[in-house]
Structures are given as C-alpha cells and as structure tokens.
C-alpha cells in the first residue's frame, strides 16, 4: 500500500540537499511525495538549530505538523536535521508527538524508519555524524529545474566561538572528485544548467581525503562537464583559499566570477574573540588577493554584528571596512548566544536593541554602496539565466547575472520580454533600471 509523504526542509541548501536525499530514496519505495500536509499518512520535518530564531522556527513547525496527528490525518511525524543533533533524546519527553528523531548523519535511515513495522525501529537514531551521501544515494531535485545545489563535503575543522555547527555537522568529510563529477552528471542530464557548490567550509574541501585533492581541482573536473553552464562556490573560509582556486576561476569560463567569502568582522578585538584567526590587515591582504588574482570578481559577504564585548569604536570599524572594500554583497546577522559555544560564556553581552540597531545601520550604509554599484550597470549588456515568474508578481518574468547566487542575492526583472522566453534560457539583456539589489533589464534581439 502507498503512503502519503509530506516533507518540510528548513534552514539553509546543505539541508535542502539532505531532504532532496530523503526524498529520493522515499520514491524508490512504497511512497507518494504530496505537496499540502492535510494530504499526507507521513510528514518529516528536517529542521535547523544554527541559531536560536531557527530554533524556534523549527519547534514552531513541528508543533504545527503535529496537529495534523491530532485531526487524525497524519499517522506518523518524523522530524530530522540539525535540531535533533542539537538536543538529542532529549527531544523525546519535550516532543511526544513526534514517532521518530534522526540526527544529521542518519537521514538516510528514513525509509527504514517508515518501512519498519511498529515497535521495531528505534525512536531515536542519533550519533555522531559520519554520514554524507554519495553519487549512488537517489536524490531528487526540488529547487528549479535548471538550477541546482551539490553538497561537496560535511562538517568543519574550526572552532569559531559564535557557531555551533561542528557539533551539529561532525568533522570535515569531503565526497571524493569522481563522486560529485558523477552526481552533477546527472543532475545536467536532467536540465540544470547552474551548479552552486556548498559545504560548511568549501576552502578545506579535500584536505582530509590526504591525496592531494583540493577545491581547485574540483572546480577544473566539473567544468568539463558537457550542458553545464554556471559554477559557482559557496561558504569559502578566508583563511588558505588555495591559488589553484582562484587560477581556476580566471581560467575557467564556466566557473562565474563570484566568491562567497564569510568574514563576520573587522575589528581586530572582535575577530580575535571570535576565534577567525586572521586581522583586518590579514583580511584585506585576502581580499586584495583575490581580486588581483581574477579581476572584477565579485565578492559577497557575511558580517556578525552585537557580538559580546563588541563596543561602538569596534563597530565603526567594521562601518570603516565595509566602506573602503565596495563589497558587491553584504548579509549582516545579529549574534545570538547560543548554548554548547564559547561566545555565549563570554561577558559583556550586548542588549538586542544595540544589536538591531546596528545592524539596521550597517545594511544601510551598504544599501548605499550597492545602489551605486547597480546604478553603474545601466546601459551595459549582460547574459543573464531566466529563472521564471517573479514569487511576488507572476506576471513579471526574472533572471539573475552570473554574479547573483539564487536567494540570497538580488534579481533581474524582464521588462517587456519576448514571448519566446522561457525558465532555463540564457538570454542577452541591456540594463535599464537599478536599485538597492535588483535590476530591471530589456532582453536583445
């Protein structure tokens, strides 16, 4: 008999690719994928615990599945991911709705899990995460058809005193350079044309496999890869990006000149008692690196604002450094103490007012810097990827440049496209209009 499953991913495209994994070993068995909750006998929910508010959000959307137990439509609530990592067994007592918890390296367990007749399969399957799957795992790709995202390794080396993910996500664990070439084989062949390369840290990719491999290498593999048109490389840590990375992202065409370099601060206090072990002055020499290295490349960026002991002189500085370095992308979170981490023990914790308001200060002043830089793109002629209708008005067709990731960067919108445009195309535009984040083009003959 076929049951219904529901599946909720929340949290960021390392957990998307987990339940993309769930979701294709689900349909090798005795499973209906359906998209409402009031349809489904089973609904799994793969949470995220990175900081308190998603959490929270991931609590919120249990409780919320669970009534559907309740009503008496649901048969069985599965939850996974990060927040089941974060608090184990625990969850059972807090949670007694729920019929089964798998931690971040046992997700591959579900279909087991749902095939197991009742009484057999253990509640809980957590451990220490081991796990990351390879190019054999089914997995079924939910973002858009021409796009796509390729898990390259798991779990991370440092002990940055804010983050929580070593202890969410295990040690480094890079896929092997055949096993990923295989898996974006196949996700080419069945459309996607852009490949975004994701992992905790992309920078230590291969370091522990011990033969040599690295991210640059990789890069190389998969740009040979027929029907591929854009590669672009997520979550590099700023400290040993190799030089084979960055001759590959001059050299390469496919490779899109794009970095995703998370710095979180400036001030030397600050990134000292973050524990990122590097300066401003070593930062800087990073950034200038790269850019001397590929020309006209554009870097996004990620700063941590309110951290504890954080005072106005070393968040001016922060101010200081996001003015002189023109950064083309810039996301500013608020810290969040969170338990298990060397940060929430630290004193001098900043009221949340004081960390709002800086980081409502902080993208505004970047707010500023990308309009100008937008506004110098009108009148110039770009390739941009059609991704299809616009989420708040249908009626309006997007894309995005090369150097804007999907949705954590701006978006292109059509104005007056052919009719001949279609998700998927890769098709020439003049830019016409800009603001803060986005930009408004003409496609060409």
Not at 27 to 49: K, L
Not at 353 to 378: D, F, H, I, P
């Amino acid at each position: 008999m076929t049951e219904k499953v529901h599946l909720i991913s929340l949290g960021c495209p390392k957990n998307r690719v987990d339940s993309e994994v769930m979701v294709g070993k689900l349909q090798r068995g005795p499973f209906e994928m359906v998209d409402r909750p009031e349809d489904a006998d089973v609904i799994i929910v793969n949470t995220c615990s990175f900081i308190q508010p998603a959490t929270e959000e991931s609590i919120d959307t249990v409780l919320e599945m669970s009534g559907y137990k309740t009503a008496g439509s649901c048969k069985k609530l599965v939850v996974t991911g990060c927040m089941v990592q974060r608090y184990g067994a625990s969850l059972e007592s807090e949670l007694p709705e729920v019929d089964h918890f798998l931690g971040t390296g046992e997700y591959h367990r579900i279909d087991d899990v749902l095939t197991a007749r009742a009484g057999e399969a253990p509640r809980s399957y957590i451990d220490t995460p081991l796990y990351i799957h390879d190019e054999l795992a089914p997995r079924i790709n939910s973002w858009m058809p021409h796009s796509a995202y390729l898990k390259i390794s798991e779990g991370c080396d440092h002990r940055c005193s804010f983050c929580i993910i070593p202890t969410l996500r295990g040690k480094l664990r890079s896929r092997p350079i055949q096993s990923l070439v295989a898996e974006a084989e196949r996700l080419v062949a069945g459309g996607v044309r852009e490949l975004n390369l994701v992992s905790q840290d992309s920078t230590a990719y291969g370091r522990d496999l011990g033969d040599g491999t690295d991210i640059g290498g990789l890069m190389r593999a998969l740009c040979k890869i027929e029907g591929l048109d854009w590669l672009r490389l997520h979550y590099v840590y700023p400290l040993g990006v190799p030089d084979s990375l960055l001759q590959a992202i001059a050299e390469e065409p496919k490779i899109v000149k794009y970095l995703d370099i998370p710095l979180q601060h400036a001030s030397g206090p600050m990134l000292k008692a973050m524990r990122r072990g590097v300066t401003r002055a070593g930062q800087e020499r990073i950034l200038d690196r790269i850019r001397r290295a590929v020309p006209g490349i554009v870097v996004r960026t990620t700063f941590i604002v309110g951290f504890p002991g954080e005072t106005e002189d070393d968040f001016a500085e922060l101010m200081d450094f996001v003015r002189a370095q023109r950064f083309e992308r810039v996301g500013v979170f608020t810290y969040h103490p969170e338990d298990g981490t060397h940060g929430a023990t630290l004193p001098d914790q900043v009221p949340e007012e004081v960390r709002l308001e800086r980081q409502r200060v902080l993208m505004q002043l970047q707010a500023e810097l990308s309009r100008g830089l937008n506004e110098a793109l009108v009148g110039t002629e770009h390739e941009i990827l059609i991704d299809g209708p616009s989420k708040e008005n249908p009626t309006v067709l997007t894309g995005r440049l090369s150097t804007q990731a999907p949705d954590v960067d701006g978006h292109v919108f059509l104005d007056g496209p052919p009719a001949d445009v279609a998700a998927g195309q890769l098709r020439r535009v003049r830019i016409t209009r800009a603001s803060e984040y986005d930009l408004v083009a003409r496609v060409l003959p």
